[in-house]
């Protein structure tokens, strides 16, 4: 009987007609379409409505809802951005409507990738940093709810890098509107991101002779891990965990003539403080981590011959208002203060009072490469561990929130270490089934074939090698505690 019910209230019609919800009337929204599309990049049919939505009165916010015409899930899921956002993430709202999620993603308030929007606009900025998220969402359980004649039973956000940001945000700033929050390489120390990137391009061009072109990088790759491989008791050409390693790239100084293999005085300088981190010049303290051992192929990111623009953006538009800010200038000891202040909490997803969300049965899974580039992976560490401290340890968080470091993994995908993992199954199975991800299966692709295939582990555990059989097959390896 709870079957046949189910299968009819998933039954489209059983709302309102797609077309009909144009007429829908939400506060603060003006809904602009409402369409049966079908056949669309091989998508299932689903009704399509996008929607403006104005909470102040400079507030701009484009967004759209996508529902599956016949096959609903029942669930629905927030898809997040990259960057500035400035518009709709149409490939992750695909992937969510073809595993049969009604799903929505907003453009944050602003169109186009920059940050200029912010400069006079703070109503705007408060929508890029976390109104616009929750505004869709409550807009989209609404629409989701007209539609099938009733809501979602279970409703995920899913993100990475920007909406991994936006993915902590929700659950500490609007801890209601999920029931499990996926954030992916998040960006949730924002000011702090866009100070390791214009620390790293300062080191890069102190002087011309500290800069360190890319034909370098591989050279500085290899002898990094060279140098932390065996750490954690594997040479497998990854690194658990390059925290636990000190690496010295004085090891590829130049002992002849200059060259793609070696690196000069200076060069060497330069390297040393991509790793360290800032530091205020006066205080010698760190003021965020540095990149990791193993993240040097990335380097191009921050390092290249231009800062970060996601981070100079933020200085120029939001910190500074002053479009012709030179990174140059950004100083360590003296405009932290600035910096932090302007934020205040705005943009960072930093507050460590995940009670809200916990308290509901909410589950947040966190993940982050240790070869990212473009967010130093210790944030993460970084903020698990503030979550810990302030909630009473391990076991309190245990149940509610686990975060996996994915050796030899990029900035949300990519690089040499096991990268591709579904880690909105894990999360389905924790939310609906009870089942708590104590490891998550991932696999490294080479030309189209998986090469390599090792468990994710919940931090601080490590994929630990059973003594037997390939080092390639994650059956021969469980999750424990570092040695
Ligand atoms: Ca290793």
Not at 137 to 149: E, L, R
Not at 407 to 436: I, R, Y
Not at 437 to 462: E, I, W
Request: hydrophobic residues 35%.
């Amino acid at each position: 009987m709870r079957i046949a019910l189910l299968a009819v209230a998933c039954m489209p019609g059983f709302g309102a007609s797609c077309e009909s919800l144009g007429g829908l009337a939400l506060p603060d929204t003006t809904i602009t379409l409402a369409e049966t599309a079908g056949n669309v990049n091989d998508l299932p049919p689903f009704c399509r409505v996008a929607a403006t939505l104005r909470p102040s009165s400079d507030s701009d916010i484009r967004m759209e809802v996508w529902l599956p015409v016949a096959g609903w899930n029942g669930k629905y899921q927030a898809v997040g951005n990259g960057g500035w956002a400035g518009s709709i993430n149409s490939a992750a709202m695909a992937q969510a409507l073809r595993r049969g999620y009604a799903t929505s993603s907003t453009d944050t308030g602003h169109a186009g990738g920059g940050a200029s929007f912010a400069l006079g606009h703070p109503e705007k900025l408060i929508d890029y940093a976390y109104r616009s998220e929750h505004e869709m969402t409550v807009k989209a359980k609404a629409m989701i709810a007209a539609f099938y004649g009733s809501g979602p039973k279970i409703s995920y956000w899913n993100g990475c890098s920007a909406g991994g940001k936006q993915a902590l945000k929700e659950a500490q700033r609007y801890p209601a509107d999920f029931d499990g929050i996926i954030a992916g390489s998040p960006a949730h120390n924002w000011t702090g991101r866009a100070e390791a990137a214009v620390w790293i391009a300062q080191a890069m061009h102190k002087d011309p002779a500290s800069y360190i072109p890319p034909e370098k990088y591989r050279a500085i790759h290899d002898a990094a891990v060279d140098a932390c491989d065996a750490v954690d008791g594997l040479k497998d050409g990854l690194v658990d965990d390059p925290t636990r390693c000190r690496f010295d790239p004085k090891v590829l100084e130049c002992k002849g003539a200059d060259g793609p293999a070696c690196l000069t005085g200076p060069q060497v300088e330069a390297a040393r403080r991509i790793y360290a981190g800032a530091m205020n010049p006066r205080t010698k303290q760190q003021v965020v981590p540095g990149l990791e051992p193993g993240s040097e192929l990335g380097w191009a990111t921050m390092a290249g011959p231009q800062p970060l623009s996601i981070a100079s953006e933020h200085f120029k538009y939001v910190v500074f208002k002053d479009p012709a800010w030179d990174y140059r200038k950004l100083n360590f000891g003296g405009d932290m203060a600035l910096t932090e202040k302007v934020d205040s909490g705005l943009i960072d997803a930093l507050d460590p009072d995940l009670r809200g969300f916990f308290g509901h049965g909410g589950k947040l899974v966190q993940y982050h490469g240790w070869n990212d580039w473009q967010i130093p992976p210790r944030m993460s560490v970084n903020y698990y561990q503030s979550v810990l401290e302030t909630l009473g340890g391990a076991g309190k968080v245990r149940d509610s929130y686990r975060l996996f470091m994915a050796p030899g993994m990029g900035h949300c995908g990519g690089s040499e270490g096991p990268n591709t993992f579904d880690m909105l199954s894990a999360m389905e199975q924790w939310v609906e089934q009870g089942k708590a991800p104590d490891k998550v299966m991932a696999s490294h692709m080479r030309d189209g074939k998986v090469d390599r295939s090792r468990p994710l582990c919940p931090y601080p555990q490590v994929a630990k090698y059973k003594g037997s059989g390939s080092i390639d097959e994650a059956g021969n390896f469980v999750c424990a505690a570092p040695r």
